[in-house]
């Protein structure tokens, strides 16, 4: 088996150990991928087992109303800046063009009319071939 890192690369493991772990007075069952030992390698616990255990939680909406009423002026309008600014790119960095992404079918007219909203607006521009930056 071999994990993916979150940059990408992927992480050859040695082999597995299941323990138990006990966290708030609950046991639960836990597999570990062991991999090389590398010192400058952080131990991580997977997503699956960050929920079981309760570590974290997925939260689908939140109850922002209170921050919308007390802080109206910043919640208004685009946001432009209100002078130009310049933006300084770290010449060491190569770029990458990634191919667009597929929208899904459901939301496409949604996508479609925000973009179109956006563009209208002056926040985006449309562009047809790769760029620079």
Partial sequence: M??????GSKLKTL??????????R????V??????????MANIIGR????????VKRVHMMQ???IFRRYA?????VGCLREEYDVTLDASVTPKIHPPRSVPIAIKKQVMDTLNRMEINGVTTKV???TDW
């Fill in 2 to 7: 071999s994990l993916t890192a979150f940059g």
């Fill in 64 to 66: 922002c109303n209170n």
């Fill in 128 to 130: 047809y071939e790769p």
């Fill in 31 to 40: 597999t570990f991928e062991i991999v090389g030992n590398d010192q400058s």
């Fill in 48 to 55: 699956q087992s960050s929920v079981m255990l309760g570590l």
């Fill in 73 to 77: 002026d910043l919640f208004t309008g």
């Fill in 15 to 24: 082999g597995q150990v299941s323990l138990v772990v006990n966290h708030r």
């Fill in 26 to 29: 609950e046991k639960r069952r």
